[in-house]
Nanobody, 125 residues
Framework: VQLVESGGGSVQAGGSLRLSCSAS????????MGWFHQAPGKEREGLAL????????LYADSVKGRFTISQDNGKNTVYLQMNALKPEDTAMYYC???????????????????WGQGTQVTVSS
């Protein structure tokens, strides 16, 4: 599966962006898909996950109430709506996927098989 992100850019603090992640093929109902980000000099960390088979999304504490993940199975696409952006949200944002439930080691980067190339998000104060 190839993943392609889009929608990054530059925005002022308090603004919004919507990221998209398109998969190269149909994603069946047994995949965990989500978003991670990585700032320069820092480790990649998980932000939001959604299971294609249904159920509640998972969010990191740092983005709860600000970010919303959603999926459009007909388009093989996952979105990340980011509101109330902060300068500390500045990072490269990556889409990830794996054939497993999201609740199993959800934020473990090594357990995701598929990654996109990333899209840059820059938030200025």
């Amino acid at each position: 599966v190839q993943l392609v992100e889009s929608g990054g850019g530059s925005v002022q603090a308090g603004g919004s962006l919507r990221l998209s992640c398109s998969a190269s093929r149909y994603i069946d109902a047994n995949f965990c898909m989500g978003w991670f980000h990585q700032a320069p000099g820092k480790e990649r960390e998980g932000l939001a996950l959604v299971y294609t088979g249904g159920g509640s999304a998972l969010y990191a504490d740092s983005v709860k109430g600000r970010f919303t993940i959603s999926q459009d199975n007909g388009k093989n696409t996952v979105y990340l709506q980011m509101n109330a952006l902060k300068p500390e949200d500045t990072a490269m944002y990556y889409c990830a996927a794996r054939s497993a439930v999201c609740t199993w080691f959800p934020w473990s980067v090594a357990r995701y098989n598929y990654w996109g190339q990333g899209t840059q998000v820059t938030v200025s104060s």
